[in-house]
T-cell receptor, first 118, second 117 residues
Framework: AQKVTQAQTEISVVEKEDVTLDCVYE???????LFWYKQPPSGELVFLIR??????QNEISGRYSWNFQKSTSSFNFTITASQVVDSAVYFC???????????????FGTGTLLAVQP | GAVVSQHPSWVICKSGTSVKIECRSL??????MFWYRQFPKQSLMLMAT?????????EQGVEKDKFLINHASLTLSTLTVTSAHPEDSSFYIC?????????????FGPGTRLTVL
């Protein structure tokens, strides 16, 4: 069965510190997608990244970077030089590829609340 | 980019009343819409998946007679919480996937906060 585990429920850092949010997933499929979303206090989900299972290249986007390790089923997210505006709940999610017109579902982890103190 | 709106953004109602939440895709045709529920400090849980013109598929444990979903057009899906009770108070989020867009792309609405007194 599909499962996404975010073991860190809450993390608190001081501004300018680097922080890594962990995500471990379980799936029987060989083709799948992994996502990270940010949910600020307003509630709206902000899409951060999508990675397919065949692309293990790490990605960097500004202060954000992602490390996909298929061997350990992990897709970790690092924020460099954190800022107060990074304070939010971050969700990792998994979508398995379905064929024959079946609908892909997103399975979310339990989220990590990141608090960046000034 | 693909935009999804929800209306209302928040609603307060009395126990026993029904509440309708709308989810609209503003600049694309949504072949599939998803409805999620999120309780405070918890994750998003998929409630149901609806394809335009057909009946919704509900996740295990979600009462289809209580949470009525209608996806009558390619730009609108509605979720009606019937005979709402305080335990139905939650943050309801929809997402949509559309024609010509990536098969795994879901675009999320801003959510609707429901409080049942």
């Amino acid at each position: 069965a599909q499962k996404v585990t975010q073991a860190q429920t809450e993390i608190s850092v001081v501004e300018k510190e680097d922080v890594t949010l962990d995500c471990v997933y379980e799936t029987r499929d060989t083709t799948y997608y992994l996502f990270w979303y940010k949910q600020p206090p307003s509630g709206e989900l902000v899409f951060l990244i999508r990675r397919n299972s065949f692309d293990e290249q790490n990605e960097i986007s500004g202060r954000y970077s992602w490390n996909f390790q298929k061997s350990t089923s992990s897709f970790n997210f690092t924020i460099t030089a954190s800022q107060v505006v990074d304070s939010a709940v971050y969700f990792c999610a998994l979508s398995e590829r379905r064929y024959g017109g079946a609908t892909n579902k997103l399975i979310f982890g339990t989220g990590t609340l990141l608090a960046v103190q000034p | 980019g693909a935009v999804v709106s929800q209306h209302p953004s928040w609603v307060i109602c009395k126990s026993g009343t029904s509440v309708k939440i709308e989810c609209r895709s503003l600049d694309f045709q949504a072949t599939t819409m998803f409805w999620y529920r999120q309780f405070p400090k918890q994750s998003l849980m998929l409630m149901a998946t609806s394809n335009e013109g057909s009946k919704a598929t509900y996740e295990q444990g979600v009462e289809k007679d209580k949470f009525l979903i209608n996806h009558a057009s390619l730009t609108l899906s509605t979720l009606t919480v019937t005979s709402a009770h305080p335990e139905d108070s939650s943050f309801y989020i929809c997402s949509a996937r559309g024609l010509g867009l990536g098969i795994d792309e879901q675009f999320f609405g801003p959510g609707t906060r429901l409080t049942v007194l």
